[in-house]
């Protein structure tokens, strides 16, 4: 009965998800045109939030639901996802261009809420103090938002004046809105798909959260980032996914800090998040050297993520 359910679930995803992320790419990319504001800032803002719905649906629910393993797992799994999986195949579909803006700022500040994120998870501040850091988070959360619009206003470049008046702005703005709706549902319904049959199969809670159900949430991100890449709108697929992994450890785990303790200072949590520091160390790198992400780098990452899941359901045991 699970597989009959599970089957039709995700195909139907999989259109959504495909028909969703081709209009919320056009959508993107037309809107910062006309407003005179560079498709990465939109990206980082607009396309980050709403990719990342689905993993503050799930994480921020499960914490109301006393569910702290798949809070925390949940964006744990999907950070490393949209950095190993999401950017290797979207940089294998079309080598990614990385403009000196995301080196100098997106990256930086993607890379300081993961330091704070270890941090906070080591010294408590998810747990016994839980709700201090969840104000912190939350503050921090803000200051990026407000910084990312004074950035817009600073980049906006009003020549484009005259090519506003050949589209309008609502149009192009509400295929936003319904690439985003079809993104979420589509990722909604393979979520459930892969939850069901790990439910049966009787996998533990954490494992399901940072592999299957992380994979599931990342899913807009790795639609939207290999549909932008396959256009050649590389600031949407990189700026995507920095943003996205922002808006997951700063909003979603400051929101879900506030209804229970994440257990984020567990052997097994502090394990997985040197992981995430570690991962986005090793992108470093690879943002800053040459003017692209390459296809052999698409397929370095991939094979990281391959170890990453091999650690979370094998590697694990032999350590702990």
């Given at each position: 009965m699970i597989q009959i359910l599970a089957l039709p679930a995700f195909i139907i995803g999989v259109i959504l998800l495909w028909k969703g992320s081709d209009i919320l790419v056009d959508g993107t990319s037309k809107t910062a045109v006309q407003l005179g504001i560079s498709s990465l800032i939109i990206s980082v803002i607009l396309v980050g939030f709403g990719t990342s719905a689905p993993e503050f649906a799930i994480s921020v629910g499960a914490a109301y639901q006393n569910n702290s393993e798949i809070s925390l797992g949940n964006i744990i799994g999907s950070c490393v996802a949209n950095l190993l999986l999401v950017l290797g195949i979207a940089s294998i579909i079309r080598p990614i261009k990385i403009r000196k803006g995301i080196i100098r700022r997106e990256a930086p500040i993607m890379l300081g809420a993961t330091v704070v994120l270890l941090v906070a998870s080591f010294f408590g501040f998810l747990d016994d103090y839980r709700l201090i850091g969840a104000i912190v988070f939350l503050i921090l959360f803000v200051l990026f938002v407000y910084y990312f619009v004074r950035c817009a206003k600073r980049e906006r470049d009003n020549t484009v004046k005259y090519e506003k008046r050949r589209t309008t702005k609502t149009k192009n703005?509400?295929?936003?809105?319904?690439?985003?709706?079809?993104?979420?549902?589509?990722?909604?319904?393979?979520?459930?798909?892969?939850?069901?049959?790990?439910?049966?199969?009787?996998?533990?809670?954490?494992?399901?959260?940072?592999?299957?159900?992380?994979?599931?949430?990342?899913?807009?991100?790795?639609?939207?980032?290999?549909?932008?890449?396959?256009?050649?709108?590389?600031?949407?697929?990189?700026?995507?996914?920095?943003?996205?992994?922002?808006?997951?450890?700063?909003?979603?785990?400051?929101?879900?800090?506030?209804?229970?303790?994440?257990?984020?200072?567990?052997?097994?949590?502090?394990?997985?998040?040197?992981?995430?520091?570690?991962?986005?160390?090793?992108?470093?790198?690879?943002?800053?050297?040459?003017?692209?992400?390459?296809?052999?780098?698409?397929?370095?990452?991939?094979?990281?993520?391959?170890?990453?899941?091999?650690?979370?359901?094998?590697?694990?045991?032999l350590f702990f």
């Open positions: 703005i509400l295929f936003i809105f319904l690439g985003i709706i079809g993104v979420i549902a589509g990722a909604w319904l393979l979520i459930e798909s892969a939850v069901m049959i790990a439910d049966f199969l009787g996998v533990p809670m954490f494992i399901i959260a940072v592999s299957m159900v992380a994979v599931g949430t990342s899913l807009p991100e790795l639609v939207v980032s290999s549909m932008a890449a396959y256009k050649d709108e590389s600031d949407i697929a990189i700026g995507n996914v920095l943003g996205s992994n922002v808006f997951n450890i700063l909003m979603i785990l400051g929101v879900a800090a506030l209804f229970v303790p994440l257990k984020a200072n567990t052997p097994e949590s502090i394990a997985h998040l040197w992981i995430l520091l570690a991962v986005t160390l090793v992108i470093f790198p690879i943002l800053y050297t040459g003017q692209s992400i390459s296809r052999k780098e698409g397929v370095f990452m991939l094979i990281l993520y391959s170890f990453f899941i091999w650690y979370t359901f094998f590697g694990y045991k």
